[in-house]
């Protein structure tokens, strides 16, 4: 059985991400800004680990609502996926990692 490389991050290593939302168009809802979280999450990854990410990938349209979470894929150069769990902190987008864990690079719709 092939184990996948465990990434370990210092508590709070990506809580500092503070995602600006964007509304959309016509007064819609405020939504995740996908490509920010997707660099703010590679940066935090490869800041605090020794693993090198070559792709992540964060669902479109999230509405902000402050205590739900979305999941992000993330792939790595040793050709390992893993899931970052983000929860939405509050009504501003502000955005922390709650969990990271094996899984597919491409997150549930």
Do not use: W
Request: proline share 6%; hydrophobic share 45%.
């Amino acid at each position: 059985m092939h184990r996948l490389p465990r990434i370990a991050l210092p508590a709070g290593a990506l809580a500092v991400a503070a995602i600006l939302a964007a509304t959309g168009c016509g007064g819609g809802a405020a939504t995740v800004d996908a490509g920010t979280a997707e660099a703010v999450i590679k940066q935090g990854i490869e800041a605090h680990s020794k693993t090198a990410v070559t792709k992540v990938v964060c669902p479109d349209g999230v509405e902000i609502h402050a205590g739900a979470t979305f999941q992000c894929g993330v792939a790595t150069t040793t050709k390992a996926s893993y899931l970052v769990t983000l929860l939405i902190r509050n009504d501003s987008g502000a955005l922390k990692v709650i969990d990271l864990k094996p899984g597919r690079l491409v997150p549930p719709s």
